[in-house]
């Protein structure tokens, strides 16, 4: 007894490396019978994230990795406080509140000076997707039930570039997903295309204002003249839905006349991510209508807080209340002038790294001008080297640049796309293209003997062979790339 008293006090004057808690494994299926000193639960878990990607240098995200420490300051004083609890903490609801009214101006709302706009804070995006398109729905039955027609099928029409959101929101809540394929060369929703999918059975036509692939408007305005033409011929009454995750905050600020908005009247509602380019770490989400005839009543849960009616509308229930304090900090700390200024350099930014790329004369641009300040590239020439061996050989210098095929029917297209956030600069973006062209210079000096479509063929041919299941492009790729990198790492070590 004594003896195990003396270690235990020994444990603790022990440097937390000299401790038996940092040689033993740390319980990972079953809790553990133990408690541990908390230095080593620190150090253990602390340890083991240094194993993941930095996230600075991780320019597949659009999300928000740098604030300012003062807003670093609020969010932690605020950890404890449950959203949900608009009674007790009302100050924070009003902060919310104040976000959704400024939110619904910049997208041109037409609501009077006083009047509240209708609106929630969501986590993010995705939950604000999954909001709007329920209001569309119940809003689609009930017009369906009062003509007395068939209100089972409803369907949603979006691009085959949507974010996988979308995919979800269908699954989830029992709607046709109607998707308008892409081609080579035109990589968004064609709003001609998409009218033509629109029946009765049709609940909104989302369109995406910065496509998470090439960060290309999609031409919401096209789209409001041509589906008002549509419902003025079928006398339906299918509305617009604008998914503005990522460029709600980018539009407003850089391209200020064009109408995307609340201006085109079928726009009944628009979803933006403040953890984007809201500028507020992950977690926080925006979802916006145009009226609240626009958001069916009996969706909408009426709180009583401190005498007054306040009405939520989410999926969940507790949540944080940081990232939506922290979303306020930003409104008055940048306001219009503040966001204007990172935006700017976000797309001059985005500018040097697009010529830095094309002046390489290896990559062909996809991404366009106007749109979210990304830059998304393909190989003029895969035919010895793909997207993949580069993203790949990026990771050793620290960077995250994800390489991915594009969606149906331009599944043939593989691209690597670089996000340029509001903390990624110029110093940064040169670096990054000296450090591309290194490896692309150290791609095509190894020596190449198989050519990649006999690497190809072996492996169409093994998945044909071996386990009778026909490949995606999109596996066929990534084992084409393993085999590849075997194979060069093979000859660099003599190998082969
Ligand atoms: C990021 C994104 C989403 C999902 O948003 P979250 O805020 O991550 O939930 C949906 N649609 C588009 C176009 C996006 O870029």
Known sequence: MVLTTVADSGDSVNCTFGSRYLRSPPPKFKLGEQSIPKDAAYQIIHDELMLDGTPRLNLASFVTTWMEPECDNLIMASLNKNYVDMDEYPVTTELQNRCVNMIARLFHAPIGDQEAAVGVGTVGSSEAIMLAGLAFKRKW??????????????????????????????????????????????????????????????????????????????????????????????GWDTPIHVDAASGGFIAPFLYPDLEWDFRLPLVKSINVSGHKYGLVYPGVG??????????????????????????????????????????????????????????????????????GIEKMGRFDVVSKDVGVPLVAFTLKDSSKHTVFEI??????????????????????????????????????????????????????????????????????????????????????????????????????????
């Open 141 to 234: 039955q009930q017009r369906r039930k009062s003509q007395g027609k068939p209100y089972d099928k409803p369907n949603i029409v979006t691009g085959a570039n949507v974010q996988v959101c979308w995919e979800k929101f269908a699954r989830y809540f029992e709607v046709e997903l109607k998707e308008v394929k892409l081609s080579e060369g035109f990589y968004v929703m064609d709003p001609v295309k998409a009218v033509e999918l629109v029946d009765e059975n049709t609940i909104c036509v989302a369109a995406i204002l910065g496509s998470t692939l090439t960060g290309e408007f999609e031409d919401v305005k096209l789209l409001n003249e041509l589906l008002s033409k549509k419902n003025e011929e079928t």
């Open 286 to 355: 925006w979802v916006v209508w145009r009226s609240n005839q626009d958001l069916p009543e009996e969706l909408v849960f009426h709180i009583n807080y401190l005498g007054s009616d306040q009405p939520t509308f989410t999926l969940n229930f507790s949540k944080g209340s940081s990232q939506i304090i922290a979303q306020y900090y930003q409104f008055i700390r940048l306001g219009f002038e503040g966001y204007k200024n990172v935006m700017e350099n976000c797309r001059e930014n985005a500018r040097v790294l697009r010529e």
């Open 391 to 496: 993203s790949e050989n990026l990771r050793r210098f620290g960077w995250i640049v994800p390489a991915y095929t594009m969606p149906p029917d331009a599944q043939h297209i593989a691209v690597l796309r670089v996000v340029i956030r509001e903390d990624f600069s110029r110093s940064l973006a040169e670096r990054l293209i000296s450090d591309i062209d290194k490896v692309l210079k150290e791609v095509e000096a190894l020596p190449i003997r198989v050519s990649l479509a006999e690497v190809k063929a072996r492996v169409e041919d093994s998945g044909r062979v071996r386990k009778h299941v026909k490949k995606s492009e999109r596996e066929i790729e990534e084992e084409v790339t393993t085999y590849w990198r075997r194979l060069v790492d093979g000859k660099r070590t003599g190998a082969c």
